[in-house]
């Protein structure tokens, strides 16, 4: 097996502070080295949504690290998947990459116990993706 990963995600909402980084978290934890994963937000935050740290601390999740970044057309052009969570028409499209808009509440402003359903939503999300990934390697 190689050691370069199989495909590349960029996770994408306006604040890069919690869906996103939620998204991030489990697709790193969840196929480890061979996913490479990016998150970014058109309009990031100063840091990491508090409740989404804790909703993912939860399970054993740590994104406290993390810290907003802003989209650049670099990211999108070197991801084989973009995937928006409501950033609108701010992402940049380009030929050859898998869009998918992911239409998740945010959790900005809420509490940890309104964003477990997000976390929840997203990694069932996050397994189907790798799911769809791993049938693409295979084919």
């Known amino acids: 097996m190689s050691s370069s990963p199989l ?15 939620m998204a991030a978290g489990f697709l790193n934890h969840l196929a480890g080295d061979r996913i ?6 058109s309009i990031p935050g100063d840091q990491v949504n508090p409740s989404a740290v804790e909703a993912m601390k939860e ?5 406290s690290g993390q810290k907003p970044k802003i989209l650049t057309t ?5 991801s084989d998947y973009v995937i928006t969570m ?4 701010a ?10 808009d992911w239409a ?24 189907a993706l790798i799911a769809e990934i791993d049938a693409q390697q295979e084919a």
Do not use: M, W
Not at 59 to 63: K, N
């Open 7 to 21: 495909a590349s995600v960029l996770f994408v909402c306006v604040h890069n502070a919690g869906r996103s980084q």
């Open 36 to 41: 490479e994963v990016r998150s970014a937000g």
């Open 59 to 63: 399970l054993d999740i740590d994104i």
């Open 74 to 78: 670099e990211a999108v052009q070197a």
């Open 86 to 89: 409501g950033c609108g028409d």
């Open 91 to 100: 992402c940049p499209i380009f030929p050859g990459k898998k869009y998918l």
């Open 104 to 127: 998740l509440e945010d959790p900005a402003g809420k509490g940890v116990e309104s964003v477990r359903p997000i976390r929840d939503e997203i990694k069932t999300r996050i397994e």
